[in-house]
């Protein structure tokens, strides 16, 4: 079925790194005169927008607004960020700017609801998300289980919350920042979290500590994705490059990415829709 969906490349401006980084939007082509809600999708560490638009343009087509913002210093140009300080406050700070100037472009400001968006989050942006959605992120846990952090010492790290966020999708997300007693107290919005039953990157107790940590666990809906891999949540990649063995590309055996994937977008299009 061929969608109708618009698609447009953004350059969002950081004053304080005296940086701009690039972001993909993509958006129902008709948008006129209609409130329409936008959903912003962080990627995985060392990842990349584009391995995210078979979801982006399936929920544009069904009216939402897309943006997926390439990370800087954490996409797979360029990963020096990786494991450091910087990086853990940039993230949620630069979704932050990417929302902004998406919600602020007079191409589609008054098509757009201003006070409501959705976040998605894969792996690193599940941290991410979690932050923008009240999470108080700390770098002990880092310091404790992860031999190739850059981290100098154990503190909070220095986050905002983001008022406009009203639900949250997590692919198999970090969340070891988020440990300490009370880290996930404010988060409150509505949340479907989905891990990998053969995920050893970020495994099962990952999403263990979102279901300890907020305060409502009703607001939680979690599934484990059976015989999925951390990475089966990406798009299916060509058959030459699963040929080459790039583990972004492979699954476990057996796993069926393209069905799969035709699955995950409506599961997460109604979830969106129920909680508007």
Do not use: C
């Amino acid at each position: 079925m061929k969608m109708d969906v618009g698609f447009t490349e953004m350059h969002v401006q950081d004053s304080e790194k005296n940086l701009s980084f690039p972001m993909l939007l993509m958006h129902p082509n008709e948008f006129v005169g209609k409130s329409h809600r936008l959903v912003m999708l962080s990627h995985g560490s060392g990842g990349s927008p584009l391995a995210y638009r078979y979801l982006a343009e399936f929920l544009a087509d069904k009216g939402y607004f897309v943006g997926v913002p390439e990370h800087p210093g954490n996409n797979r140009h360029d990963n020096s960020l990786e494991g450091t300080l910087a990086n853990l406050v940039d993230r949620p700070r630069h979704l932050r700017l990417a929302t902004d100037a998406i919600l602020n472009d007079e191409r589609w400001r008054e098509s757009l609801d201003q006070n409501n968006i959705s976040l998605i989050g894969h792996s690193m942006g599940g941290y991410t998300s979690l932050a923008l959605a009240g999470g108080i992120p700390h770098t002990e846990h880092q310091m404790k289980y992860d031999p190739d952090h850059k981290i100098e010492k154990s503190e909070v790290v220095p986050v905002l919350a983001d008022a406009r966020v009203r639900a949250l999708v997590l692919f198999t997300p970090a969340t070891g920042w988020y440990l300490s007693e009370g880290a996930l107290a404010a988060v409150k919005v509505p949340m479907l979290v989905l891990s990998a039953e053969h995920d050893d990157i970020t495994p099962a107790f990952h999403a263990e500590i979102i279901l300890k940590g907020v305060p409502d666990k009703s607001v939680v809906t979690h599934r484990e994705v059976k015989n999925a891999g951390h990475y089966s949540f990406l798009d299916v990649f060509p058959e030459s490059v699963r040929k080459m063995g790039l583990p972004a590309a492979m699954d476990p055996v057996g796993f069926d990415r393209e069905a799969f994937h035709d699955e995950l977008n409506t599961e997460v299009f109604e979830f969106l829709e129920t909680h508007r």
